[in-house]
């Protein structure tokens, strides 16, 4: 158990559904991450938010929109997505963004678009 | 552009030692993290380099060379828990920036 909570656990949507992911951390950080990871590649940083800002867009598409409330919650809300965006959606949080600082990882969502 | 190698898989033996390279070529350097995860599970954190050198943590450590690009996560004492995915993750100038290779799979065998 790292701190950091995500829900659903697995996700299975059709590509004209709208689907919300959710991460919140319980460890009073102020940097919060999502990241996809798909079989066999490198994880990819998709966005970064320091003090509820987003700070990072790491060339999304638009279909993915992130929501950060506060500090300890993170959205990722997900539209008319394509299959190929079936994959393990990472949250991880920090305590800042400093030199060392280290994430936190949720346990993911698995997603499938059929 | 960024890139960051590891090999894809490793075997080894309960009781042994493993050493798992990364090699990194990226446009900005501010640290080199190594993390665990095993299937289905979160990434967990496992060492952090930023100079030159050795970090040891109990059964784990973590080299770094930066003029060669160059990190390597040492195993010892191998156990059957160890056997999990192993990823290398660059941290660039820009701090919000982390780019990870593929993740070493790692096999122990009794």
């Known amino acids: 158990e790292t701190g950091v909570t995500q829900t659903p656990r697995h996700l299975v949507m059709g590509m004209t559904n709208k689907k919300s992911l959710k991460c919140e951390q319980h460890l009073g950080h102020n940097a919060m991450y999502w990241y996809k990871q798909s079989a066999k590649k490198p994880l990819e940083l998709m966005f970064v938010?320091?003090?509820?800002?987003?700070?990072e867009n790491n060339s999304v598409p638009s279909r993915f929109s992130p929501e950060c409330p506060n500090s300890s919650h993170l959205f990722l809300h997900l539209h008319t997505l394509q299959p190929e965006d079936s994959a393990l959606y990472l949250c991880?949080?920090?305590?800042?963004?400093?030199?060392?600082?280290?994430?936190?990882f949720g346990p993911g969502t698995r997603l499938l678009v059929l | 552009g960024q890139n960051i190698d590891q090999p894809t898989e490793m075997t080894a033996t309960e009781g042994a030692i493993v050493q798992i390279n990364c090699t990194y070529q990226?446009?900005?350097?501010?640290?080199l993290f190594w993390y665990q995860q095993h299937a289905g599970e979160a990434p967990t954190f496992l060492s952090y380099?930023?100079?030159?050198g050795l970090e040891e943590k109990g059964r784990f450590s973590s080299f770094l060379s930066r003029s060669k690009g160059y990190s390597y996560l040492l195993l010892k004492e191998l156990q059957m828990k160890d056997s999990a995915s192993y990823l290398c993750a660059v941290r660039d100038d820009n701090f919000n920036k982390f780019y990870f290779g593929s993740g070493t799979k790692l096999n122990v065998k009794p």
């Open positions: 380099n930023v100079l030159d």
């Open positions: 991880a949080s920090s305590q800042g963004q400093g030199a060392g600082e280290t994430q936190y």
């Open positions: 990226t446009s900005g350097f501010n640290g």
């Open positions: 938010y320091n003090f509820k800002e987003q700070t």
